[in-house]
């Protein structure tokens, strides 16, 4: 009959010591991954096609001497720097979302086809509507993922099964469909999408130097959303009946993280284009830090999202000067093996 | 039972009069497709002109138009479309699954890798056949490995193959940023899959390995059909079911490699040309010629519309089939789950 009272209080006590090891682990993490955040701005600002010297970026960049230094410094690096700073937070956080609604160790924006809608609707207002700023077509963007996303969850409702793989079938048959769009209609309007030609895989190369400016007001309101509804989808996933008890509205709940979700998919994919891979590696590196919770993971996300994004840029950098490799490229060349090792893992 | 017997002959012969029927409207339909592709364009011939060219009658213009331009890309269309045609037939058979087709599960980006290696990396000049064949060898190789551990007709395999297109389109990608940029130009068309820069030596080498790879598909034609009955029937026939399944597999990598040396990857043909054959012919398994005329008349009638579609505009025809093979696969996808 002790053991009936004393059982629970250890229990506690265990679930206790495992969260605050969990804590401990994630703030540590959370210190590296922003520290190695801070080392891969300097060398996103130092590395490319002119090397420089960090002395020189530092010194470039408290000052406004318009020399050769200062100028690729201010109007080259400083804008490709804070954009792939953005879009990876938004894809990072977009990563864990998707994962966290669908259930769906597999999902990741690029994979589910939501950044290919986005990137129709990019390349539609600039080609038949002739916008031309970032804050315009990211509107576009939007209409283009919400359509890509309500379409690929129609299309394949998790079943009882918990057959995970349906919704990313569905999603790569639409986003090559729409990526072909994307392509078509860039080939036709030559002239417009000169500068979008490395966009089409995920590039920050030769983009506007106030993209990031533009974008980051719709990038603000997306994670403010999904912090909002985190809470809501962490108590989902009791069930629905348990989580109206704990005064959650699932409708509302899943609304908010599809709009969300959809917000922070176009945002990344008006800076970048669709960019693939970097929600599904951050979503797997996150878990593997701080467990399932979404409201736990959603600053290293963030982070983490950043890091890996930059990472991808400065190394496509580095790796074929003179020329560069597009980051959305590098990306996959983590992400494809990723996936493919998630897959087999989980099937044997 | 002579009833039964009755019912079944029956039956086979309506089926028999479908096939002859959708056989005839295939021819039809491609023949209508090579008079648009041969008598319109920028140039415009008349059919008597086409006609004389052909026989080589007519004025040197024309003759290079139709003789020089527009026929060895009708042809290479017809060679390549029944060469994706047939592959995605032997592949789908052998898995069982009708998404286990060369484009979906990476054995197109697989020859595209090989060929652009062979373009890029070794020999710029030389044609990128060898190359295309190697990669598409090497990943049947590698998905081989993935489905045994894996289990062939799953859904996982299919997904590991995705994954695989994706890593190898990455590497197609960077290859191309390697290259020097008269080939880059080059290969960036081709890369999307288009048939623009075919000419008679493209068709020569299409038809001799369609030939070749043909005959050897009749040659273990009967044990393809046994393998169908599942794997345990088929020893029950006597048929050798490892030794035949590695020498259908390598036919299909080679029919695919032929054709994405030449015209680059082109998607979903290999897909839904079975599909479609299988469908209209209303057959129980695929049938391989059925499948082989479907995909030529499919994408015959694609390369005719993506180069007047936009016109002047020459859309790559391989993006045409991914806009509208993306959307079937996403209608097979929808549709499985209900």
Same mark, same amino acid.
Request: aromatic letters at 4%; hydrophobic letters at 55%; a positive charge.
């Given at each position: 009959?002790?053991?009936?009272?004393?059982?629970?209080?250890?229990?506690?006590?265990?679930?206790?010591?495992?969260?605050?090891?969990?804590?401990?682990?994630?703030?540590?993490?959370?210190?590296?991954?922003?520290?190695?955040?801070?080392?891969?701005?300097?060398?996103?600002?130092?590395?490319?096609?002119?090397?420089?010297?960090?002395?020189?970026?530092?010194?470039?960049?408290?000052?406004?001497?318009?020399?050769?230094?200062?100028?690729?410094?201010?109007?080259?690096?400083?804008?490709?720097?804070?954009?792939?700073?953005?879009?990876?937070?938004?894809?990072?956080?977009?990563?864990v979302m998707?994962?966290a609604?669908?259930?769906?160790?597999?999902?990741?924006?690029?994979?589910?086809?939501?950044?290919?809608?986005?990137?129709?609707?990019?390349?539609?207002?600039?080609?038949?509507?002739?916008?031309?700023?970032?804050?315009?077509?990211?509107?576009?963007?939007?209409?283009?993922?919400?359509?890509?996303?309500?379409?690929?969850?129609?299309?394949?409702?998790?079943?009882?099964?918990?057959?995970?793989?349906?919704?990313?079938?569905?999603?790569?048959?639409?986003?090559?469909?729409?990526?072909?769009?994307?392509?078509?209609?860039?080939?036709?309007?030559?002239?417009?999408?000169?500068?979008?030609?490395?966009?089409?895989?995920?590039?920050?190369?030769?983009?506007?130097?106030?993209?990031?400016?533009?974008?980051?007001?719709?990038?603000?309101?997306?994670?403010?959303?999904a912090?909002?509804?985190a809470r809501?989808v962490d108590?989902?996933r009791?069930?629905?009946?348990?989580?109206?008890?704990?005064?959650?509205?699932?409708?509302?709940?899943?609304?908010?993280?599809?709009?969300?979700?959809?917000?922070?998919?176009?945002?990344?994919?008006?800076?970048?284009?669709?960019?693939?891979?970097?929600?599904?590696?951050?979503?797997?590196?996150?878990?593997?830090?701080?467990?399932g919770a979404l409201r736990a993971s959603l600053?290293?996300?963030?982070?983490?999202?950043?890091?890996?994004?930059?990472?991808?840029?400065?190394?496509?950098?580095?790796?074929?000067?003179?020329?560069?490799?597009?980051?959305?490229?590098?990306?996959?060349?983590?992400?494809?093996?990723?996936?493919?090792?998630?897959?087999?893992?989980?099937?044997? | 039972?002579?009833?039964?017997?009755?019912?079944?002959?029956?039956?086979?012969?309506?089926?028999?009069?479908?096939?002859?029927?959708?056989?005839?409207?295939?021819?039809?339909?491609?023949?209508?497709?090579?008079?648009?592709?041969?008598?319109?364009?920028?140039?415009?011939?008349?059919?008597?002109?086409?006609?004389?060219?052909?026989?080589?009658?007519?004025?040197?213009?024309?003759?290079?138009?139709?003789?020089?331009?527009?026929?060895?890309?009708?042809?290479?269309?017809?060679?390549?479309?029944?060469?994706?045609?047939?592959?995605?037939?032997?592949?789908?058979?052998?898995?069982?699954?009708? =998404?286990? +087709?060369?484009? *979906? $599960?990476?054995? /197109? #980006?697989?020859? !595209?890798? @090989? %060929? =652009?290696? +062979?373009?890029? *990396? $070794?020999?710029? /000049? #030389?044609?990128? !056949?060898? @190359? %295309?064949?190697?990669?598409?060898?090497?990943?049947?190789?590698?998905?081989?490995?993935?489905?045994?551990?894996?289990?062939?007709?799953?859904?996982?395999?299919?997904?590991?193959?995705?994954?695989?297109?994706?890593?190898?389109?990455?590497?197609?990608?960077?290859?191309?940023?390697?290259?020097?940029?008269?080939?880059?130009?080059?290969?960036?068309?081709?890369?999307?899959?288009?048939?623009?820069?075919?000419?008679?030596?493209?068709?020569?080498?299409?038809?001799?390995?369609?030939?070749?790879?043909?005959?050897?598909?009749?040659?273990?034609?009967?044990?393809?059909?046994?393998?169908?009955?599942?794997?345990?029937?088929?020893?029950?026939?006597?048929?050798?079911?490892?030794?035949?399944?590695?020498?259908?597999?390598?036919?299909?990598?080679?029919?695919?490699?032929?054709?994405?040396?030449?015209?680059?990857?082109?998607?979903?043909?290999?897909?839904?040309?079975?599909?479609?054959?299988?469908?209209?012919?209303?057959?129980?398994?695929?049938?391989?010629?059925?499948?082989?005329?479907?995909?030529?008349?499919?994408?015959?009638?694609?390369?005719?519309?993506?180069?007047?579609?936009?016109?002047?505009?020459?859309?790559?025809?391989?993006?045409?089939?991914?806009?509208?093979?993306?959307?079937?696969?996403?209608?097979?996808?929808?549709?499985?789950?209900?």
């Amino acid at each position: 009959m002790l053991s009936t009272s004393a059982a629970p209080a250890a229990v506690v006590e265990r679930v206790h010591a495992r969260r605050r090891r969990i804590l401990r682990r994630a703030i540590v993490l959370t210190l590296a991954v922003g520290i190695a955040l801070v080392i891969l701005v300097v060398a996103s600002l130092a590395v490319g096609s002119r090397a420089l010297a960090p002395s020189d970026v530092f010194s470039a960049l408290f000052s406004d001497r318009r020399d050769a230094v200062g100028v690729i410094v201010h109007d080259l690096r400083v804008p490709r720097t804070l954009t792939a700073l953005l879009t990876g937070t938004c894809l990072g956080v977009a990563g864990v979302m998707m994962q966290a609604v669908t259930r769906n160790p597999l999902a990741d924006p690029g994979l589910l086809g939501v950044n290919a809608g986005a990137a129709v609707g990019v390349v539609v207002a600039i080609a038949f509507f002739g916008v031309r700023t970032a804050s315009g077509y990211v509107w576009f963007a939007f209409a283009g993922a919400a359509a890509a996303a309500l379409l690929v969850n129609a299309a394949a409702r998790p079943d009882r099964r918990g057959n995970t793989i349906a919704l990313v079938l569905a999603g790569v048959a639409l986003s090559a469909c729409l990526s072909a769009v994307v392509r078509i209609i860039t080939l036709a309007d030559d002239d417009t999408f000169e500068s979008f030609r490395f966009w089409a895989v995920g590039s920050f190369e030769r983009r506007d130097p106030d993209v990031a400016a533009q974008l980051l007001p719709f990038a603000i309101v997306g994670i403010v959303l999904a912090v909002v509804v985190a809470r809501g989808v962490d108590q989902l996933r009791l069930g629905a009946d348990l989580a109206r008890s704990l005064g959650v509205s699932p409708t509302w709940t899943i609304l908010g993280a599809g709009v969300a979700i959809t917000l922070l998919c176009a945002t990344a994919t008006s800076a970048a284009g669709p960019l693939a891979f970097i929600g599904l590696i951050v979503a797997h590196i996150v878990r593997g830090i701080v467990g399932g919770a979404l409201r736990a993971s959603l600053p290293l996300a963030a982070l983490t999202g950043a890091a890996l994004t930059l990472a991808s840029d400065v190394i496509g950098r580095v790796i074929a000067i003179p020329s560069e490799v597009e980051a959305g490229i590098v990306a996959a060349f983590v992400g494809a093996p990723l996936l493919l090792w998630l897959v087999v893992r989980r099937a044997s | 039972m002579s009833i039964t017997l009755s019912i079944a002959r029956r039956a086979r012969s309506q089926r028999r009069r479908r096939s002859a029927l959708v056989i005839a409207a295939l021819i039809a339909l491609a023949l209508s497709a090579a008079i648009v592709g041969t008598t319109t364009g920028s140039f415009h011939a008349s059919l008597g002109d086409v006609a004389s060219a052909l026989t080589g009658g007519a004025d040197g213009r024309t003759t290079v138009v139709v003789m020089g331009l527009r026929v060895p890309r009708i042809l290479a269309a017809l060679a390549i479309g029944a060469a994706l045609g047939l592959a995605g037939a032997v592949f789908q058979t052998l898995a069982r699954n009708p =998404l286990a +087709s060369p484009d *979906v $599960i990476g054995f /197109t #980006a697989g020859s !595209a890798t @090989g %060929a =652009l290696v +062979s373009l890029i *990396v $070794i020999a710029p /000049t #030389a044609s990128p !056949a060898a @190359g %295309a064949w190697m990669g598409g060898l090497l990943t049947v190789v590698v998905v081989m490995a993935i489905a045994r551990s894996v289990g062939i007709s799953r859904e996982r395999t299919i997904l590991a193959g995705i994954a695989l297109t994706a890593l190898l389109a990455a590497v197609n990608d960077y290859l191309l940023t390697r290259a020097p940029i008269d080939i880059a130009r080059n290969a960036d068309q081709w890369l999307h899959g288009s048939l623009a820069a075919t000419a008679f030596d493209d068709v020569g080498l299409l038809l001799g390995a369609l030939g070749i790879l043909s005959f050897a598909l009749v040659i273990v034609y009967r044990d393809f059909r046994a393998l169908e009955l599942g794997d345990d029937t088929a020893r029950g026939l006597g048929v050798r079911t490892g030794r035949v399944r590695l020498t259908l597999v390598i036919i299909a990598a080679l029919l695919t490699g032929t054709a994405t040396a030449v015209a680059g990857p082109i998607g979903f043909i290999a897909l839904a040309a079975p599909q479609l054959a299988r469908r209209t012919m209303g057959t129980s398994g695929i049938p391989l010629f059925g499948s082989a005329l479907t995909g030529a008349t499919v994408l015959l009638i694609a390369d005719v519309i993506a180069q007047r579609a936009l016109a002047p505009l020459q859309i790559p025809v391989g993006l045409l089939t991914a806009v509208v093979g993306g959307l079937y696969l996403f209608w097979i996808v929808a549709r499985t789950r209900r």
